[in-house]
């Protein structure tokens, strides 16, 4: 695990990007000590990976934590003057962590969580796979989503377009509404410009883009959507920089209905806390 220390919570790309995805690192601030996992930062602070500050200058400054980085304070910083090492005090503990644990049962266990048939479930799995082996269908990814509706040609050959949440929303919500469909059904959906690609039509996008159609009637205004299992790259490379079979593992995450689960946007929030979503996993 690698550490560093700050005058303010900051997240440094030459110390974080070499690490992989279940390596931990530990900022100790005069706020106290955030430890989380590189596929913690890439879920929770994606904004912040995306940002000019943390691309191009390589480091990215908060004044203050956010509420959503004190999930991951683990501690007040204090030096014992003998050894010179730190000690930590949990701020959370397990109690609390039980008590998330037991919401995040009662939700997966609720009646008013929406129920998918196994059926209609698996039936998205497999054509979702069937997607991904057809060379004549683009791949979606969530990436870059300043090009969001915008496609290009991967070095592989395959076509690529930029999505923002959207198409996760849409495939969810048609499982939601019980909806199937062939590949060749989706195919023409998609050449068509009828399957969503991004969340409102601007007028950038409108000039920009390839695929234009909005969520609109389709989107879900009472829910937040919540991947399981990260759908993040945990790369700066560009996408066309990216190996294409990492793209068709992105896709198959980002768009596979078994990664992902619904929360009413009243307690949405919970979908970026790690024991809540591996609950969801069960």
């Not at 009413?264 to 919970?270: H, Q, V």
Request: hydrophobic share 35%.
């Amino acid at each position: 695990m690698v550490e560093y220390s700050c005058k303010r919570l900051c997240f440094r790309a030459d110390i974080i990007e070499p690490l992989k995805d279940t390596d931990c690192f530990t900022i100790h601030t005069p706020n106290g000590t955030f430890q989380m996992t590189k596929s913690d930062f890439y879920r929770v602070f994606h904004n912040v990976v995306k940002s000019k500050s943390y691309q191009d200058n390589r480091i990215y400054h908060m004044s203050k934590p956010p509420q959503k980085a004190l999930q991951f304070l683990k501690s007040d910083s204090s030096v014992d003057v003998h050894t010179g090492k730190s000690s930590f005090v949990d701020l959370v503990g397990e109690d609390i962590r039980q008590k998330i644990k037991e919401i995040a049962i009662l939700w997966k266990t609720s009646r008013n969580n929406p129920a998918i048939d196994d059926d209609v479930l698996r039936h998205w799995k497999c054509v979702i796979e069937e997607w991904i082996e057809d060379e004549e269908m683009p791949l979606i990814v969530r990436k870059d989503t300043k090009y969001k509706g915008q496609s290009f040609i991967h070095p592989s050959g395959r076509e690529i377009i930029v999505s923002d949440n959207t198409f996760a929303i849409w495939v969810y919500g048609r499982c939601m509404n019980h909806e199937i469909y062939t590949l060749k059904e989706l195919k023409e959906k998609l050449f068509n410009n009828e399957i969503p690609m991004v969340y409102m039509l601007t007028s950038e996008i409108r000039e920009k883009a390839k695929y234009t159609r909005p969520l609109g009637a389709f989107s879900l205004p009472i829910w937040k959507v919540c991947h399981i299992d990260s759908v993040g790259f945990n790369s700066n490379k560009t996408i066309d920089e990216i190996d294409i079979t990492d793209i068709k593992n992105h896709f198959r995450k980002y768009a596979s209905p078994y990664n992902i689960f619904v929360l009413p946007k009243e307690i949405g929030d919970l979908g970026e806390i790690q024991v809540f979503i591996d609950v969801q996993r069960m």
